[in-house]
């Protein structure tokens, strides 16, 4: 389970505040989906594999985790290439299939923005521990520690739920109804496993409250989580490297608004 | 430690929201700062109601109804957060954060102690429950005493001046109940705090307590004083109401023959296990080498430490997990023609042939009345409709549970939630019967019930293989005790 168990080193950027790397990932990839075009992907791309050289993640944890993003990313450029919106020169039609000058253009697009998009932010989150995480939400960004907390507590239940699953799936054999079709056991076993987590998340909300969570008096924080310069760093990187992108891309003429006719 | 807090009960009572009759009524009772006091009374009771209202955690007026007064150090339990440190049962639920330190923190934070004070609070929490793990550790990776032990460090590093205790130990294998024992007893001996501790096993608590008092179960206060003097006084009648009287032993049955005497054992074994491996997760075995057999009417036991893979070798030998290695062979008697591999019979076709007891009830309940219940699996071998409610009429009989047909399963309590997941196994008469701790947390009178019942089914020829670290347990029904081999896997679950 990946969000349980963050991938931990002692690199400097381990010890950089989860909302820095939040941000970071935001600027990034809200300025990466205003345009389709391959010029402005592939800069940032570039500058982003120089900086994956500090991510603190080793070449087999980083192939990895992001082997999602690598799968999907081909994926959709194949996808784009053969039903992508024609135009320019045709190579190749058959039934809907239609590979044109456009087509290709857009397929090489498509699949440098997903990794562009998508690396920097698996980089950036599987380092992420969700205790530091919620210090930060509630700390820096001042959101209700009820709700961050509550969060938190409860993501330690998801490890409890995959168990109760099983469980439950074995439970099901046993007693004589493990027989029936797929379809109607995932539903009847998904209700129990709801009435089990409710029973779950209703004994540790009175554990909480047994240590004094939702108390009306001023909490304070075991763990400080501050912004320094180190979080400053890294948002300027996501600042340069996505600033890089734009200008190469409209210097260049490459640079097309989403939705806009190119 | 700060000082200890009073508990003072003025006609004290408490209905739940939707019940007709109270929890807990007209309780007068006062115990003085620093006392310490085991609390006792038949299930139903309302010990544990008791215990959630001082530990202020009962809920607002819409849960339910109060009656007369309960003050803890001269103010309303709900004032005083802080001032409790409540421990309860289940280790599972009580841990909060990912890693041991931040989890002791938690207390100290939501009452607003300042940062330096906190982890002063956290290092002598630790080192009074005897937790010597860096303050990194993650917490997933602790044992049942463990965790106990750490959510008890939790509420003292809140340093509250009444410490409760809701059957902290049920959940726990004997080894962790001495653990979590040890570790409550040295920070008594260092601290002025008051306690409560609920507990139908007497002999654990009985030298850490100066006070017992029992809960009548219509209301009010049955008996109290020091606990040489209650015991001796209502040891007999405790005993009968469930709870574990150290001199009065729950009564244990006679089996009829002695299978592992003389007498020779008729025909091929049920099942028969050898060299085999087990696994939870297919790749990664937790045990291995296993060779043994299952024959009728004998009761095998199937003991050894935490993680030692005892779990899953009987949902293995139940055809519920494949093997993982070695042979797996049902006997003719047993398959009766639906091949020798037990793990690729039919899910309708295991239950005359082998029920199963989990070791937690709810995961096995499907229906929303015990009638229902007990129905699923004759209903699914297509039984006759009036076959099927001569054997649900008989068993809810057999096990006290006939007042409660139409109630939902997960509204019973503890005790009877057990008598109902062995029933459903029953219901189908399976050739044998494999059990995962079902004594676990159990009262006396539950206890001597499941004992006898199974003592009943071992004489009439079912086989039952049975997973327990209870002693007595093992002492009243094994003909054989299969050890498992091997030393514990660090951090594994049992």
Known sequence: ????????????VYAINPVAKLVAALLLSLTLVLSIDWVSAGVALVLEAVLFFWAGLGLRT????????LIAAPAAALTTLLYGRPSGQVYLQFALVNVTDGSIELAVATGLRVLAIGLPAIVLFVTIDPTDLADGLAQVLHLPSRFVLGGLAGLRLVGLFLEDWRSLELARRARGVGDSGRFR???????ALLVLSIRRGSKLATAMEARGFGSSGERTYARASVM?????????????????????????GHWNFIGSQS | ??????????GWGWRHAGRRAWAVEGLDLEIAAGERVLLLGASGAGKSTLISALAGVLGAADEGEERGTLLVGGTRPQDARGRVGLLLQDPDSQVLLARVGDDVAFGCENLGVPRDEIWRRVGSALDAVGLHLPLSHPTSSLSGGQKQRLALAGVLAMQPGLLLLDEPTANLDPAGVEEVRDAVARVLAHSEATFVVIEHRVAVWRHVVNRVVVLAPGGGVLADGPPEEVLATRGAELAASGVWVPGFPPARPLRAASPHGSAPLLGAPLLRACELAVARVKGVPVASGLTLDVDPGVATVITGPNGAGKST???TLAGLVAPEGGALEAGDTL?????SHPIRWKSRELLTRIGTVFQDPEHQFLSSTLRKELAVGPAALRIPQREIDERVDELLARLRLTALAEANPFTLSGGEKRRLSVATALATRPALLVLDEPTFGQDSRTWAELVA??????DSGTALVAVTHDADFVDALADREFRMPGAPVPGGAA
Not at chain 1, 1 to 12: D, Y
Not at chain 1, 62 to 69: I, Q, W
Not at chain 1, 185 to 191: A, K, M
Not at chain 2, 1 to 9: K, L, N, T, Y
């Open chain 1, 62 to 69: 980083f192939l990895l985790r992001t082997l999602p993003v």
């Open chain 2, 453 to 458: 019942l199974l003592a009943e089914l071992l």
């Open chain 2, 313 to 315: 070798l009987a949902l």
């Open chain 1, 1 to 12: 389970m990946s969000i349980l168990n963050p991938v931990r080193g002692t690199q400097a």
């Open chain 1, 185 to 191: 056991r995932f539903f009847s076993q998904g209700f």
């Open chain 2, 335 to 339: 398959a009766a023609g639906a091949g």
């Open chain 2, 1 to 10: 430690m700060s000082g200890g807090a009073s508990v003072s009960a003025r």
């Open chain 1, 228 to 252: 320094g310069w180190r979080e400053g760093v890294l948002i300027a990187l996501a600042v340069i490297v996505a600033l890089a992108a734009v200008l190469v891309s409209v210097s260049t």
